[in-house]
Nanobody, 126 residues
Framework: QLELAESGGGLVQPGGSLRLSCAASGGTLDDYAVTWFRQVSGQEREGIACVSSGGNTNYADSVKGRFSVTRDNAKNTVSLQMNSLKPEDTGRYHC????????????????????WGEGTLVTVSS
């Protein structure tokens, strides 16, 4: 059973940067697409960044150009580099994964994802 654990959240000023990490255990991420979701209070959960098993990426418009998702299969981790942070980026960030069986699929639909981490809280405030 794959387990995911996020780290790296915290308080940052507007315009600052944070790097979130997602560490997998109980299996390897090689054949999984990994997607970061953001839950903002009072809003629907949003899939903001995905990296496929082959390294392809796609992003929500809200973070495009500011966030970057990368994977390190040797370390069994996926990272989310967040730059130029805004107060509206505040929320709980979850790492999720779904096995893609050799395809290069990169879903950002929460109903597709099989495994979820507990999340890490990001607060952007002055």
């Amino acid at each position: 059973q794959l387990e995911l654990a996020e780290s790296g959240g915290g308080l940052v000023q507007p315009g600052g940067s944070l790097r979130l990490s997602c560490a997998a255990s109980g299996g390897t991420l090689d054949d999984y697409a990994v997607t970061w979701f953001r839950q903002v209070s009072g809003q629907e959960r949003e899939g903001i960044a995905c990296v496929s098993s082959g390294g392809n990426t796609n992003y929500a418009d809200s973070v495009k150009g500011r966030f970057s998702v990368t994977r390190d299969n040797a370390k069994n981790t996926v990272s989310l580099q967040m730059n130029s942070l805004k107060p509206e980026d505040t929320g709980r960030y979850h790492c999720t994964a779904v096995r893609t069986y050799g395809s290069n699929a990169c879903p950002r639909d929460e109903y597709v994802m099989s495994y979820w981490g507990e999340g890490t809280l990001v607060t952007v405030s002055s």
